[in-house]
């Protein structure tokens, strides 16, 4: 065993060779990276996942006990979701949404035990992954929208909204918020080279994100990033870098002002921007509308103490819940709808206690706690039950919260030792 009281840690486990942590670290990234492209099945993701998945579990993966209430939580919304959709079973959509459920448990568990330890590296390749993958994204759906790829315009847009390489436009609209939070970070952040490229890179993602025309993408990227930064400049560790954060997010809103100006000056952007951009859809309005499916919803759920299953709402109703709280109680009764939210808000509780405990990673943290609140927020309006995107955030909120928790009891533990701590450490 090796003892280090490096960056106020105390830990105790084996290192690894140079070669496994190296390989192990390449597999974040890809992890980060292949979540952009969905739009065939079996994804990418699927497979990085389980092949890093074998890995780790290979070369060593710990299960914490603060992990508990985590995988107790998610057990309990699935087997909710299992047990109401016994009679279904028969439906090969039904089976296969089920599956999905327990993977999508299964990759925020994993993630949560892999950023829990090597926590700043791993999460530094984490973010490259996922700012890699998001341009990727925002490239693809640029280009099909403005022809720019031979055929890809049918293969790359929907209904005359950018979807790039995922199958629904509102989607590769919510995945690319994390991303582009990431390089807006990095933005106001990082020296000139770095800044270029990522300012680069958040601007091909805020592009993306306006012609994939999602209202709930964009309120999504507007307030996250406002509250991503307010945090940043909470928790600078100097009059220079807070200043520097005011400067340069200051440039970057001029610059989107200036880019929104642009796309609307072209008429068939700015005729699509009216209407999505409309609070008086006709989906939304009236007694079977988005909101009414809601109260009506909420009725049936109490008066079914398994719910109704899987994909069943739209039975009942014109559309399907778009409600991702609602969805829970319908698709897995009452252990699922109070279980889902359960582990939901805990996880934000959670991550807000830590959120100011100065660590190595507390500008991702930071980045990827807004997004997450982002996406619970929108959950109310939209079902994000089955994003691949949203159970990363959990998981590697978690992760996060369990190394907070052990570098602050470490930082803790070295205080309390005093000048003997260095004792532990081994020599350079």
């Given at each position: 065993?090796?003892?280090?009281?490096?960056?106020?840690?105390?830990?105790?486990?084996?290192?690894?060779?140079?070669?496994?942590?190296?390989?192990?670290?390449?597999?974040?990234?890809?992890?980060?990276?292949?979540?952009?492209?969905?739009?065939?099945?079996?994804?990418?993701?699927?497979?990085?996942?389980?092949?890093?998945?074998?890995?780790?579990?290979?070369?060593?993966?710990?299960?914490?006990?603060?992990?508990?209430?985590?995988?107790?939580?998610?057990?309990?919304?699935?087997?909710?979701?299992?047990?109401?959709?016994?009679?279904?079973?028969?439906?090969?959509?039904?089976?296969?949404?089920?599956?999905?459920?327990?993977?999508?448990?299964?990759?925020?568990?994993?993630?949560?035990?892999?950023?829990?330890?090597?926590?700043?590296?791993?999460?530094?390749?984490?973010?490259?992954?996922?700012?890699?993958?998001?341009?990727?994204?925002?490239?693809?759906?640029?280009?099909?929208?403005?022809?720019?790829?031979?055929?890809?315009?049918?293969?790359?847009?929907?209904?005359?909204?950018?979807?790039?390489?995922?199958?629904?436009?509102?989607?590769?609209?919510?995945?690319?918020?994390?991303?582009?939070?990431?390089?807006?970070?990095?933005?106001?952040?990082?020296?000139?080279?770095?800044?270029?490229?990522?300012?680069?890179?958040?601007?091909?993602?805020?592009?993306?994100?306006?012609?994939?025309?999602?209202?709930?993408?964009?309120?999504?990227?507007?307030?996250?990033?406002?509250?991503?930064?307010?945090?940043?400049?909470?928790?600078?560790?100097?009059?220079?870098?807070?200043?520097?954060?005011?400067?340069?997010?200051?440039?970057?809103?001029?610059?989107?002002?200036?880019?929104?100006?642009?796309?609307?000056?072209?008429?068939?952007?700015?005729?699509?921007?009216?209407?999505?951009?409309s609070f008086d859809q006709s989906y939304d309005e009236g007694r079977f509308g988005r909101f009414g499916r809601h109260i009506l919803g909420a009725d049936m759920a109490l008066d079914l103490p398994f719910g109704i299953g899987p994909l069943q709402f739209h039975n009942y109703f014109p559309e399907d819940t778009h409600n991702s709280y609602l969805n829970a109680f319908m698709s897995g009764g009452w252990l699922s709808g109070i279980c889902y939210p359960a582990l939901v808000f805990t996880t934000v509780i959670l991550g807000f206690r830590y959120l100011f405990v100065?660590?190595?990673?507390?500008?991702?943290?930071?980045?990827?706690?807004?997004?997450?609140?982002?996406?619970?927020?929108?959950?109310?309006?939209?079902?994000?039950?089955?994003?691949?995107?949203?159970?990363?955030?959990?998981?590697?909120?978690?992760?996060?919260?369990?190394?907070?928790?052990?570098?602050?009891?470490?930082?803790?533990?070295?205080?309390?030792?005093?000048?003997?701590?260095?004792?532990?450490?081994?020599?350079?």
């Amino acid at each position: 065993m090796t003892y280090t009281a490096a960056a106020g840690e105390l830990t105790s486990r084996p290192i690894a060779p140079p070669g496994v942590v190296a390989l192990q670290r390449a597999l974040v990234w890809l992890v980060g990276a292949s979540g952009a492209i969905v739009f065939i099945e079996p994804s990418p993701y699927e497979i990085v996942t389980l092949a890093s998945a074998a890995v780790f579990i290979a070369t060593g993966l710990r299960l914490r006990l603060v992990f508990l209430p985590l995988l107790l939580l998610l057990f309990l919304v699935n087997l909710g979701y299992t047990l109401s959709a016994i009679p279904l079973l028969d439906d090969s959509k039904i089976a296969n949404w089920i599956a999905t459920s327990w993977y999508m448990a299964f990759t925020a568990m994993f993630l949560a035990m892999v950023t829990s330890e090597d926590t700043a590296a791993r999460l530094d390749m984490l973010r490259r992954g996922l700012v890699m993958g998001g341009a990727i994204a925002g490239l693809a759906g640029v280009a099909g929208y403005f022809h720019l790829v031979p055929g890809g315009y049918d293969l790359l847009t929907l209904y005359g909204r950018a979807r790039g390489t995922f199958k629904d436009p509102n989607v590769l609209g919510a995945f690319l918020v994390l991303p582009a939070l990431l390089a807006l970070q990095n933005v106001v952040t990082a020296r000139f080279v770095a800044t270029l490229r990522a300012g680069f890179a958040l601007g091909v993602m805020a592009l993306a994100i306006l012609l994939a025309f999602s209202r709930a993408a964009w309120g999504g990227l507007v307030l996250t990033a406002a509250f991503m930064l307010a945090l940043m400049v909470l928790t600078s560790s100097s009059p220079r870098e807070r200043s520097r954060i005011i400067v340069m997010t200051l440039a970057a809103a001029v610059a989107g002002i200036v880019l929104i100006g642009v796309l609307l000056s072209i008429d068939s952007i700015a005729d699509m921007f009216k209407q999505r951009a409309s609070f008086d859809q006709s989906y939304d309005e009236g007694r079977f509308g988005r909101f009414g499916r809601h109260i009506l919803g909420a009725d049936m759920a109490l008066d079914l103490p398994f719910g109704i299953g899987p994909l069943q709402f739209h039975n009942y109703f014109p559309e399907d819940t778009h409600n991702s709280y609602l969805n829970a109680f319908m698709s897995g009764g009452w252990l699922s709808g109070i279980c889902y939210p359960a582990l939901v808000f805990t996880t934000v509780i959670l991550g807000f206690r830590y959120l100011f405990v100065r660590v190595p990673w507390q500008r991702t943290y930071i980045a990827i706690f807004a997004a997450f609140l982002g996406t619970v927020g929108e959950s109310f309006i939209i079902d994000t039950d089955h994003w691949r995107h949203f159970f990363l955030m959990l998981g590697t909120m978690w992760g996060m919260i369990a190394a907070t928790r052990s570098h602050q009891a470490g930082a803790s533990r070295s205080a309390a030792i005093g000048p003997h701590a260095t004792a532990l450490s081994p020599p350079p």
